[in-house]
């Protein structure tokens, strides 16, 4: 079984599931998981775990992304983008310079109203659901945190901006909140993923390249695939972490770190109390990766918060 991150470009009319699906047909493997799911006519970055990897989902779907907008000012749709119904149009009078002030107003935390047309639930139910069968119901705002727009062009009506910003962030939401704080509405017109946590764009493979690779690799040998011989397709678990600390477990104590007990500090080579706060990588003495870990201040030791071992 293949363990790693394969950096995807989803490309558009593609759904994250999509990618899954045909990931696991290529590799002919069924433990993979996407980390975070993009609209199906947005393109961009999307890391996809395999085998063990797929515990690291989760943490790699709270990071910060990156992404490159394009906003439609003068139309209001049910979807917040340009596939949806047009609800609304008006005249774009606005500037220049009103407009460069009203998107950066948005930059900090700000309470966002999920879209009706998402993935997320209301009592069970997915809300996109729920907007089909001409359902709206109420949805709680949520904070979000946008760290910075740069806007790249503008060309009424639209703008072209790069948005840096937290998790759960809606870029269609953004550019509706941004059409209705100028008075003229908007929506998103593209959307193009350039950043989740360390995997960019430049470096991110488009299906195919994964496929012809993959069918190169089983031509030259007859050996499994693991994440050694697909070399630079796939990302090491251990590397989404290489910001936190690197520690080796001393000798002796194999038993408990293969069980995945709590380690006290001194079975530890390199720990220092400093580390208290921090989040560390575990590793034994053959250099395998065994986890993330964390001291516990109640029990004074330091316990695995996830455990990556094979």
Known sequence: MISGIINVYKEKGYT??????????????????HTGTLDPDAEGVLPVCLGKATRVCDMLTEKDKVYEAVLLFGK????????????EEKEVACTEE????VVKSFVGTYAQIPPMY???????????DLARAGIEVERKPREVTIFSIDIEEIELPRVKMLVHCSKGTYIRTLCHDIGAKLGCGGC??????TK?????LEHSLRLNEIEEKVQKLRQ????????????NIVTKTDEVFEGYPKLYAKEGVEKMLYNGNAMQPEWIEGWQDSLQQEKIRLYDQKQNFIGIYQYNNKYMDIRPIKIFME
């Not at 209001?76 to 609800?87: A, I």
């Not at 998402?118 to 996109?128: F, H, I, R, T």
């Not at 030259?220 to 070399?231: D, I, K, N």
């Open 220 to 231: 030259e040998t007859v050996q499994e695939l693991t994440a050694e011989s697909l070399g």
């Open 196 to 200: 989740v946590a360390q995997f960019t």
């Open 118 to 128: 998402s993935a997320l639930k209301v009592n069970g139910k997915k809300l996109c």
């Open 98 to 101: 009103q407009v460069r002030e």
């Open 16 to 33: 994250s599931h999509d990618v899954v699906a045909k990931l696991r047909r290529i590799l002919n493997q069924k433990k993979i998981g």
């Open 188 to 193: 998103m017109e593209s959307l193009l993923r």
């Open 76 to 87: 209001k749709t049910d979807t917040q983008d340009t596939t949806g119904n047009v609800l």
